[in-house]
């Protein structure tokens, strides 16, 4: 699936199932809970915290599949073409960055 039909297969979700998009600044928060909630897996799964007792089959695809989802949603109502955008993005990353990690001694290492 392109970014463009992820972008499309989530508007027309929202148009059948979801009545209508959640405001900006409430996506914004949800967006900000669910990295939250992957922020939580990654630091039981490879860091130092234990997981809770229930907590141990969280699926770390679904919280990044939320994350994913709630970001599309803000693309969509902003106007953002997401395929526009990361290619400009990649662009963008590898002019200021080509040079900077190979030559990083920290990342030869």
Do not use: P
């Amino acid at each position: 699936m392109t970014l463009a039909e992820a972008q499309k297969k989530v508007d027309d979700w929202i148009k059948k199932y979801g009545v209508r998009y959640f405001s900006e600044l409430s996506n914004m928060a949800i967006l900000t809970e669910e990295v939250g909630e992957l922020a939580r897996i990654m630091v039981r799964k490879y860091g130092d915290q234990s997981f809770k007792k229930g907590e141990e089959n969280a699926s770390l695809a679904d919280e990044m599949a939320d994350v994913l989802w709630v970001l599309i949603c803000l693309a969509n109502q902003t106007g953002v073409n997401l395929t526009d955008a990361f290619e400009k993005n990649i662009e963008k990353k590898t002019n200021r960055d080509k040079d900077r990690h190979i030559n990083n001694e920290k990342l030869i290492k």
